[in-house]
């Protein structure tokens, strides 16, 4: 059982009388949903619906714990104290030791982002009984299951929560309350305006984060995260199934690619049969 310390990860615990209302009112996820045992995918977005923070959020004693870039906490710490006004809660840093641990069950929180596979989260204490292996090992790993975390792999205020699939692993509720910037996101998913998506991406050989992703002379997007010659990238759906219905090479910096939609997501190419996965 592998697992690895997560030296860039850091926590905040949003804790009192207050907590979960508070939370509830601001973020993209649907605390109703979150049980004891997990750790699911959460972001606080601008008035314009953009990802400011995204984080994972788990229960604890009178509270919330909240798993953020470590670069992020002070800001996030400061953003929702400026919502606080006259709320029951403490936000205050928690400096235990973030670990990720992968391929067999525990007694640590399930890591809800990868679905399918056996990934949970372990704050404070290494898991026991189990081999360390670098904070590389658990990188490659989420960057090959397609998922994107602000900071590592992409700058705030540029994101929507479609384009990062936050919409499709349960980190965005259209069902509950008003949170900051649903308007916008909501508007998105009724009217179907999702142009941007994250793709997996494959190649024969090494790929570099930052690589223009093309077919021909037509940009399509950006390769936002790579390990090898794997990696994922943000790219317009509609300009990729016009180049693949073309036949035209996708490449980014000119190296050759395969694009697959996440197995776990459930969106497809405007002009591919509903619930096909394969790009290229």
């Given at each position: 059982m592998?697992?690895?310390?997560?030296?860039?990860?850091?926590?905040?615990?949003?804790?009192?009388?207050?907590?979960?209302?508070?939370?509830q009112t601001l973020v993209t996820a649907d605390l109703d949903r979150l049980q004891q045992g997990e750790a699911r995918p959460a972001a606080l977005l601008s008035p314009q619906g953009k990802i400011?923070?995204?984080?994972?959020?788990?229960?604890?004693?009178?509270g919330f714990r909240v798993d953020v870039a470590r670069e992020a906490r002070a800001d996030l710490q400061k953003r929702l104290t400026l919502y606080k006004l006259r709320a029951k809660v403490t936000i205050a840093p928690d400096e235990e030791a973030v670990f990720a641990v992968w391929d067999e069950d525990g007694p640590w929180l399930a890591d809800r982002r990868f679905v399918g596979e056996r990934v949970g989260r372990q704050y404070g204490d290494a898991p026991a009984g189990g081999e360390e292996a670098g904070a590389e090992a658990f990188e490659a790993r989420r960057v090959r299951a397609g998922i994107a975390e602000a900071v590592s792999d992409f700058p705030p205020a540029e994101m929507f929560p479609h384009d990062v699939l936050l919409d499709q692993n349960g980190g965005v509720s259209f069902r509950k309350g008003c949170f900051v910037g649903q308007e916008v996101v909501s508007r998105m998913q009724h009217r179907g305006t999702a142009r941007r998506r994250l793709?997996?991406?494959?190649?024969?050989?090494?790929?570099?984060?930052?690589?223009?992703?093309?077919?021909?002379?037509?940009?399509?997007?950006?390769?936002?995260?790579?390990?090898?010659?794997?990696g994922f990238a943000l790219v317009r759906i509609d300009r990729l199934a016009e180049a693949l219905s073309a036949g035209e090479t996708i490449a980014a910096d000119g190296v050759p690619l395969t694009a697959t939609i996440p197995p776990w997501a459930g969106y497809a190419l405007p002009t591919e049969a509903e619930g096909s996965d394969a790009l290229a």
């Open positions: 592998p697992y690895a310390r997560l030296p860039a990860r850091a926590l905040l615990r949003v804790t009192g009388a207050d907590a979960e209302t508070f939370l400011l923070f995204d984080f994972l959020l788990s229960r604890c004693e009178d793709v997996l991406v494959s190649a024969e050989r090494h790929l570099t984060p930052g690589a223009v992703v093309s077919a021909g002379a037509r940009t399509l997007g950006t390769l936002l995260a790579a390990t090898g010659a794997d």
